[in-house]
Structures are given as C-alpha cells and as structure tokens.
C-alpha cells in the first residue's frame, strides 16, 4: 500500500509533486504529468520485477540476490534513460527502443536474458561512441560575452553618472 501510496505523486489525478512542480516552473500540468510518468517508469515497473524475481525480495542465496538487484537498477536506469531519450548522449529513436528493451530484459530472471540486454547495451554504446548515422549531438553554439560599458578612468559608470561603488565600500564625496 505504501508503494502505491508514494506512486501517487506522480500520477493524474493526485499528482501532488506535479500540481507543486507546475506552481513552482509555470508550466502546464498535462505536459509535466506525462514527463512525471515518463521518468518514474521505472516505479510501475518494480512490483512486476518482484512479481517475476523473487532474489528481488531477498529470497534466494546471497549472489541470485546480488545479481537481481544489480540488475534491477541497472534495469530502471536504461528503461528512464530510453524513455526519456537522454542518458549520457541524446538519444535517437532505434537507440531509445534498444535501451528500453535492454532494461526490460534486464528485469526479467534468467542469465540469457541478463546477457542479451548487456549486447543490446554495448552496441547501442558503440553506435553512439562510433557516430553511426550522426546519432551524436553537433557540438553547442559558443555563448557570447556580454557587453558591458566599462567604467571611466573617474570611476564614473557611463550613462548612468553616479559613482561605481562596491557594496561595503565608502567613499569621500568628490569636491
């Protein structure tokens, strides 16, 4: 009850995290529920894992344990990660399927399954690494400098013709 509980926050038409999200950044509730629901998959996703791994649940020896719950989060990481389309790179759409399938079969028990979502991984990786078909981002445009009117050899901002003063500092008056 209290996994549903905490899900809650993020789905229609409690949402609470959402309603304070969209007070706080402005920005519609529609759209940030359904990133909400985009980013906390993995939440829905744990009672299935539990349900088809009982390690996850710490029943069975100590490494079926270890590897279900390195798996598991290795799992809720890609699963986020494809459906967002942002891991470490931006992502594109066969790389967003590729990390949602190997997240998926990450889940579920088995070393076959384990050891077919690391492939889907490592080539997804080496497809980014390697730039096959400009799957990597063109390197961001140089952010200006602002500019900004130097103050005048009597300290003397122009155009505004009152003395620049730090905060803190005291000056005589000028005569």
Do not use: K
Not at 62 to 89: H, K, R, Y
Not at 107 to 112: D, K, Y
Not at 132 to 148: C, F, T, Y
């Amino acid at each position: 009850m209290i996994f549903w509980g905490l899900a809650s926050f993020i789905t229609p038409p409690v949402c609470n995290a959402v309603y304070v999200a969209c007070s706080i950044s402005g920005s519609s509730l529609w759209r940030t529920g359904g990133e909400a629901m985009r980013v906390g998959a993995g939440v829905f996703l744990v009672p299935i894992a539990f349900a088809l791994n009982a390690a996850l649940i710490l029943d069975g020896t100590a490494l079926e344990i270890l590897l279900a719950v390195g798996t598991a989060l290795v799992a809720t990481v890609l699963i986020a990660g494809g459906l967002q389309g942002f891991s470490a790179w931006r992502m594109t759409a066969p790389q967003r399927v590729m990390f949602t399938v190997a997240g998926l079969l990450l889940l579920m028990p088995g070393l076959w399954e384990a050891a077919i979502g690391a492939i889907l991984v490592a080539v997804t990786v080496l497809w980014w690494r390697l730039d096959i078909n400009g799957s990597r981002d063109p390197e961001p445009p140089a952010i200006p400098e602002p500019s900004v009117p130097a103050a005048d050899a009597r300290g003397l901002d122009r155009g505004a013709g009152q003395p620049s003063v730090s905060f803190g500092q005291r000056h005589a008056p000028r005569s």
